[in-house]
T-cell receptor
Framework: GIQVEQSPPDLILQEGANSTLRCNFSDSVNNLQWFHQNPWGQLINLFYIPSGTKQNGRLSATTVATERYSLLYISSSQTTDSGVYFCAVLFSGNTPLVFGKGTRLSVIA | DTEVTQTPKHLVMGMTNKKSLKCEQH?????MYWYKQKAKKPPELMFV???????INESVPSRFSPECPNSSLLNLHLHALQPEDSALYLCATRRTGDSSPLHFGNGTRLTVT
């Protein structure tokens, strides 16, 4: 069936460290988004990236659609980066967006 | 994404109450969504409206009743809820007809007592 798997499930970083979050998906995609959910529950769009590479400040993302994975890079992490990072995928056909289970990130000062 | 506004931010209701959640957008998007999110879980899709018509109902109990009165508004009417319905309720919108990104509101945190 349709699956979106994220790894690692939990991650603890020292402030200033770099990290890579991974999203694997089971079929070809029309849309892939990375979200950050902060401790107050706000879901913030980070990237809309069905393919290719994008960068926004300390964050960047790469999706290799042919190999069915996407990576989110966080460099020089800050305590405000803490929260849950979700990958969400719109597969081909008329299917709703499918969320992965998320990566829970804690950045410690 | 502040372009999708949800009210109220917090709601506490008893099991016999009737209340409504409201979502408003002025992005011109014609697809609107309700999601439910429990603690430490990803959002779960409840309903999808496309051009103000209900297109997807993910087998949601009838105590949740969605309504889309116009292209800018989406409501979720609540009646006879259970304590297990306590959750964060998120509204989202996007353009139809292509694979455009989903934009979320800030959510309503609902507690059923």
């Amino acid at each position: 069936g349709i699956q979106v798997e994220q790894s690692p499930p939990d991650l603890i970083l020292q402030e200033g460290a770099n990290s890579t979050l991974r999203c694997n998906f089971s079929d070809s995609v029309n849309n892939l988004q990375w979200f950050h959910q902060n401790p107050w529950g706000q879901l913030i769009n980070l990237f809309y990236i069905p393919s290719g590479t994008k960068q926004n400040g300390r964050l960047s993302a790469t999706t290799v659609a042919t190999e069915r994975y996407s990576l989110l890079y966080i460099s020089s992490s800050q305590t405000t980066d803490s929260g849950v990072y979700f990958c969400a995928v719109l597969f081909s056909g008329n299917t709703p967006l499918v969320f992965g289970k998320g990566t829970r990130l804690s950045v410690i000062a | 994404d502040t372009e999708v506004t949800q009210t109220p931010k917090h709601l506490v209701m008893g099991m016999t109450n009737k209340k409504s959640l409201k979502c408003e957008q002025h992005m011109g998007h014609r697809a609107m969504y309700w999601y439910k999110q429990k603690a430490k879980k990803p959002p779960e899709l409840m309903f999808v409206y496309s051009y103000e018509k209900l297109s997807i109902n993910e087998s949601v109990p009838s105590r949740f009743s969605p309504e889309c009165p116009n292209s800018s508004l989406l409501n979720l009417h609540l009646h006879a809820l259970q304590p297990e319905d306590s959750a964060l309720y998120l509204c989202a919108t996007r353009r139809t007809g292509d694979s455009s990104p989903l934009h979320f509101g800030n959510g309503t945190r609902l507690t059923v007592t």
